[in-house]
């Protein structure tokens, strides 16, 4: 069982859910790291979405160890599908997700927890660090300073700069309420972009703190994250050209600019791993993206909201690389 933090008390029911598929080699240090919260009052919820290794029998075993462990067994429906099934049967009042690859720190829960409480806020984010080796994690060194933004400012940052963790769910604690009209995008992956700035918009403000909640194990063998390009990635454009309807819809303008402007950046992106891709009809994607490309950069070059340097840099990626790669090595 877990560990009390010193001052913690038996309060709120948080749920953690935790999605896996086949990662047996993995599941184990991942589960013993939420296990040994130092707030005990957790359910931890296994969602074994049809996986063909041994993990749902680790599941299993988990459940049996454990009374806060509960495990759903499903067929296949992804990481979106795994995490809407935690939601659905999750009986906290604050819920997380965990990536079944990865650990969090002993104090994860209880300082997401108390961000929330002391600010009043709906939702609470840490900071995450990416380890190669499980001993790497010893060394992580960070202070628990804290602050509370505005959605708005949330929303801002997100698409103007690039934070460690932001885009993603796990570095974050929310209110359960928020999924009340949210659920993760069924057949996607990238599946945070479509949904983080909505949870940033809804939350109304955040309560931050800087301190490494969450440890990201990077380039393990058979993540989606790190195989190989297909059209599937293209989501990552897909989720954008749907923040700038969300925000144009809002009457938002300098977050809508904003969005145009991750947009163009996601476009040149895609358009650069298509080219050297081995891709079916790759030239069709290549010229109906680089056709709305044009248009969108057309939009953000006249935008009053993004800054003449940022305005130079797009246009510089789109018709002239070779300058901008050239002037990126001066620098």
């Known amino acids: ?15 953690v859910v935790v999605p896996s598929y086949n990662v047996e080699d993995y599941i184990d240090k991942c589960i013993d790291s939420i296990c040994h919260q130092d707030y005990e009052n957790i359910e931890i919820i296994l969602v074994d979405d049809g996986a063909t290794d041994g993990t749902g029998e680790k599941c299993d075993e988990w459940a049996q160890r454990d009374a806060r462990v ?3 067994h499903q067929e296949n429906q992804g ?38 409480l002391k600010s009043g806020a709906r939702m609470a984010q840490g900071r995450s660090k ?11 060194v960070s ?27 796990m570095t974050k604690m929310f209110d359960k309420s928020l999924f009340d009209d949210l659920e993760f995008p069924l057949g996607h992956i990238h599946e945070d972009e479509y949904l983080v700035y909505k949870l940033y918009w809804n939350s109304g403000k955040v309560a931050l703190t800087d301190k490494i909640v969450y440890h990201y194990r990077s380039k393990r063998k058979g993540s989606i994250t790190h195989s190989g390009y297909s059209l599937k990635r293209l989501d990552a454009m897909y989720a954008r050209q749907e ?16 969005a145009k402007l991750g947009l163009c950046t996601t476009q040149i992106e895609a358009l650069r ?12 994607y290549i010229g109906d993206i ?42």
């Not at 990416?130 to 992580?140: L, S, V």
């Open 143 to 169: 202070e628990d300073k804290r602050s509370v933004q505005s959605g708005y400012d949330m929303c801002k940052t997100l698409m103007s700069e690039y934070k460690m963790g932001w885009g993603i769910v």
């Open 70 to 72: 509960r495990v759903i």
């Open 79 to 116: 990481l979106s599908g795994a995490r809407n099934s935690g939601i659905r049967v999750a009986k906290g009042q604050y819920i997380s997700f965990i990536d079944s690859d990865d650990m969090i720190a002993t104090d994860y829960v209880s300082t997401l927890y108390d961000c929330i």
């Open 273 to 284: 791993k298509l080219k050297d891709s081995d891709i079916e009809d790759k030239e069709k």
């Open 290 to 331: 680089s056709k709305n490309l044009k248009v969108n950069a057309k939009e953000v070059f006249g935008a009053d909201s993004i800054s003449f340097k940022k305005k130079v840099s797009l246009f510089l990626e789109i018709y002239a690389p070779g300058l901008k790669r050239m002037l990126v090595k001066q620098k």
């Open 243 to 258: 923040r700038c309807e969300f925000f144009k819809e809002l009457g938002e303008k300098e977050l809508y600019q904003l």
């Open 130 to 140: 990416n380890f190669f080796k499980e001993e790497d994690i010893a060394g992580f």
């Open 1 to 15: 069982m877990g560990f009390f933090a010193v001052g913690y008390q038996m309060s709120d029911l948080i749920s």
